[in-house]
T-cell receptor, first 112, second 112 residues
Framework: EDQVTQSPEALRLQEGESSSLNCSYTVSGLRGLFWYRQDPGKGPEFLFTLYSAGEEKEKERLKATLTKKESFLHITAPKPEDSATYLCAVQAFSGGYNKLIFGAGTRLAVHP | DAGVIQSPRHEVTEMGQEVTLRCKPISGHDYLFWYRQTMMRGLELLIY????????DSGMPEDRFSAKMPNASFSTLKIQPSEPRDSAVYFC??????????FGPGTRLTVT
């Protein structure tokens, strides 16, 4: 069964304290891995798509990387406005071309 | 583009009543998705459409749930009769084939 696990469930950082969020997956053929950010009371907001092991994408203080079994979202020198829930989702061959399987998310809190 | 539009943003209803949630996808997107998000189960795909045709409704929890897409710019998710366990945030998303999905702001449903 296709599965996505995110860790940690919650992370508290001081402003400027860099860290990484993990997304491990078990799927029968990966078509793509997606990262989303979700603020309270809002819908998930698209951040990155990664398609193959070794691929990296960057946006401001965020960098996403992909291996054959997991993805990391690295946050460099975070600011309070980076506080949100970060969701990882995979698109698998077995699930159909457009189905996404979401992890439970990591709740990030960055304190000044 | 205004993004994915959902209405109402909040709905409070009594058990047994019919509830209809509405969605307008991003113009030009071929795919439309309905998700449900709860603390316990996270983000779950209920059903998705391609060019107005339902492709996979395996996530629809019961026959009380139904979804339609009468044209490319409008979809509804109906719950009849509603039950307290249906309380959740319902999201609509749309995308081009195989690409990232863009989410609406969600409808927070409370069934008392």
């Amino acid at each position: 069964e296709d599965q996505v696990t995110q860790s940690p469930e919650a992370l508290r950082l001081q402003e400027g304290e860099s860290s990484s969020l993990n997304c491990s997956y078990t799927v029968s053929g990966l078509r793509g891995l997606f990262w989303y950010r979700q603020d309270p009371g809002k819908g998930p907001e698209f951040l990155f798509t990664l398609y193959s092991a070794g691929e990296e994408k960057e946006k401001e203080r965020l960098k996403a990387t992909l291996t054959k079994k997991e993805s990391f979202l690295h946050i460099t020198a975070p600011k309070p406005e980076d506080s949100a829930t970060y969701l990882c989702a995979v698109q698998a061959f077995s699930g159909g071309y457009n189905k996404l399987i979401f992890g439970a998310g990591t709740r990030l809190a960055v304190h000044p | 583009d205004a993004g994915v539009i959902q209405s109402p943003r909040h709905e409070v209803t009594e058990m047994g009543q019919e509830v209809t949630l509405r969605c307008k996808p991003i113009s030009g997107h071929d795919y439309l998705f309905w998700y449900r998000q709860t603390m316990m189960r996270g983000l779950e795909l209920l059903i998705y459409f391609n060019n107005n045709v339902p492709i996979d409704d395996s996530g629809m929890p019961e026959d009380r749930f139904s979804a339609k897409m009468p044209n490319a710019s409008f979809s509804t998710l109906k719950i009849q009769p509603s039950e307290p366990r249906d309380s959740a945030v319902y999201f609509c998303a749309s995308s081009f084939p195989g690409h990232e999905q863009y989410f609406g702001p969600g409808t927070r449903l409370t069934v008392t």
